[in-house]
């Protein structure tokens, strides 16, 4: 066959679903060696795939209204120059003027569950592109049995079109033991040990100020350690700050910002505990990321999370802040309990793996293909 994959949505400092995209693409040239593949990229994104393994076709649009542009109008005519048997759009979206047999992941619901979430051009945007392209593709990878859910709820995509695909789990995530290491990663970051961690972008579905409210009972309490959010500003934010303004906790809670790739198991390996208080998540890989560096983790029981954590993670209700308190402050004072946790996540992360990934969503594409 002959496969195309449409990179161009990946943002410069990937993230959630960029990373699924980037890990995707180069597990799929490690364990296809039959098929060929032609990667649509921005030049900034081209190094990050084989291109001996693949060839790549070059996009220049950084406008996220010049690339839907592009997607609609000359992706399809690439696609039938190049003779694509099945293009693969990673990212919500797909060319309408249908070029050939198509595959389309959705990651999450937001757009309808969390509307207020969004700036109101995105949503109106990914709202009809979301509902056209499950209509139009020929495939659909939902990324979580609880996307899947939302799509046959709110999409009312077919049935037989939906294949849940997991994240994977990059194996550079394990826990660092070298305590140099992660002293010097956190004098680097002016990160003072102890901390507990969140790994995500801040922005009102992650549900921040909750866990700064619990924190502060935690401080209130007396223990000795920091709360560090790690990540890039998102959209309307301004409740995280003011929650903390407002708490008087300025000097206990850090931002060090966004933590590429390759450093992030350093930062987790350095955490006391992990928490991720997400109101919705179509996945939730920062939780998986936690297990795999061996920080017990405390997440939501709501969409995905409990799917991803199995019970190897304490689960709280996003609204209960007292639920939240009690829960960080017992792995924090149960060293037996944090043990275990850490444990049990390292087991569990195992199960994940993006060569996984890849050879299931290469068997959608072969499904796809043979229908022609």
Known sequence: MRLGIDVTALPPQPFGAANYIIHLVQALLRVDTTNEYVIFSKPRHAPLFDAIRAQIVLSA???????????????????????????????????????????????????????????????????????????????????????????LKILHASPDKIRVIHYGLASHFQPVSDSRVLDTFCRQYNVPRPFILYVGNLEPRKNLPLLVRAFARLVHNGIPHSLVLAGTRGWNDNAIFTTIEELGLNARILFPGYISQAELPMLYSAADLFVYPSLYEGFGLPVLEAMACGVPVITS????????????????????????????????????????????????????????TAQATLDVYTRVAQHQ
């Open 301 to 356: 029981a709501v969409s995905s999370m409990p799917e991803v954590a199995g019970d190897v993670a304490i689960l709280i209700a996003p609204d209960d802040v007292d639920a939240l308190a009690s829960a960080m402050q017992r792995v924090l004072t149960d060293r037996a309990l944090h043990a275990t946790l850490g444990a049990k996540g390292l087991a569990r992360a195992r199960m994940f793996s993006w060569e996984r």
């Open 61 to 151: 649009f950084d406008s996220p209204l010049l690339r839907v542009l592009w997607e609609q109008t000359a992706l399809p005519i690439l696609a039938r120059q190049h003779r694509l048997d099945v293009l693969h759009s990673p990212h919500y979206t797909m060319p309408l003027a249908k070029p050939c047999r198509s595959v389309v992941t959705i990651h999450d619901l937001t757009f309808f569950l969390y509307p207020q979430m969004h700036l109101l051009y995105k949503r109106l945007f990914f709202r009809t592109m979301m509902r056209l392209a499950t209509y139009h593709a020929d495939a659909l990878i939902a990324i979580s049995h609880s996307t899947r859910a939302d799509m």
